[in-house]
């Protein structure tokens, strides 16, 4: 994330690193980065809460203003909840997601017929280097 965000500074385009975990924030040192302290995944704020994911969008793109030095991050000062259950629950192992599958997934029937139909196409880097 910092690498490529440094990259794009370099040609000249600003960049904005949003991150629910400071430290690896400030490890990767990206240009500028805005920090919510929510659960990793919620980066831009909870689901079906347009409300709130636009404050957070709008308070972290005031960092292209705030923020003068390469490296510094913004603590965005929304809360997940009045208290910190969360936390305590991600920190014991309240990793949720499912396990890791070999072969893809698909919703639907459909979306695998889909997914094999693309599969088969022909690729014109493939064809290039062949």
């Known amino acids: 994330?910092?690498?490529?965000?440094?990259?794009?500074?370099?040609?000249?385009?600003?960049?904005?690193?949003?991150?629910?975990a400071i430290d690896i924030l400030k490890s990767v040192q990206p240009p500028r980065?805005?920090?919510?302290?929510?659960?990793?995944?919620?980066?831009?704020?909870?689901?079906?809460?347009p409300?709130?994911?636009?404050?957070?969008?709008?308070?972290?793109?005031?960092?292209?203003?705030?923020?003068?030095?390469?490296?510094?991050?913004?603590?965005?000062?929304f809360r997940w909840s009045e208290q910190d259950e969360w936390k305590a629950t991600a920190m014991m192992g309240g990793d949720s997601r499912t396990p890791r599958q070999d072969t893809p997934q698909y919703q639907t029937e459909e979306d695998r017929i889909r997914a094999?139909?693309?599969?088969?196409?022909?690729?014109?880097v493939c064809e290039a280097s062949a």
């Open 33 to 49: 980065a805005a920090f919510l302290d929510f659960p990793l995944g919620h980066t831009t704020g909870k689901p079906h809460e």
């Open 116 to 124: 094999e139909a693309k599969a088969v196409q022909t690729c014109i």
């Open 51 to 77: 409300e709130l994911q636009r404050e957070i969008l709008v308070q972290a793109f005031d960092a292209f203003t705030t923020l003068t030095e390469p490296g510094m991050v913004v603590n965005l000062p």
């Open 1 to 20: 994330m910092g690498l490529i965000a440094r990259q794009i500074e370099a040609a000249g385009i600003p960049t904005l690193c949003m991150g629910s």
